[in-house]
């Protein structure tokens, strides 16, 4: 079992930046691969980033590309989506997720990011 909580949502305004954590726990030596996701209002679930479990890989949505960095601290066990120049558009519920056996298998409970004009 892998139990994910992220933070670190909240209102910035355009061009303004946040970064969210999410804290790992639990059989975290069987994750291979972690990820940030976002869903806003009447629109489907996105991917946003993916890093493996290692740190050596990391890929991006192309929204997120120079704009968004994925990273994680071992010793906390937490991995952070940073976001920078951010825009109306970002405005979302991000979550992290996980990849045991599955694509995906564990999620957190969300937070909420708001980007005002």
Excluded at 70 to 88: E, F, G, H
Aim: charged letters at 15%; hydrophobic letters at 35%; proline letters at 2%.
């Amino acid at each position: 079992q892998v139990m994910l909580v992220e933070s670190g949502g909240g209102t910035v305004q355009t061009g303004g930046s946040l970064r969210l954590s999410c804290a790992v726990a639990g059989r975290t030596l069987s994750i291979n691969s972690m990820a940030w996701f976002r869903q806003a209002p009447g629109k489907e679930r996105e991917s946003v980033a993916v890093m493996n479990w290692s740190g050596d890989y990391t890929w991006y949505e192309d929204f997120a590309k120079g704009r968004f960095t994925i990273s994680r601290d071992n010793a906390k066990n937490t991995v952070y989506l940073q976001m920078n120049s951010l825009n109306p558009e970002d405005t979302a519920v991000y979550y992290c997720a996980a990849s045991v056996r599955a694509t995906y298998e564990f999620w957190g409970q969300g937070t909420q990011v708001t980007v005002s004009s």
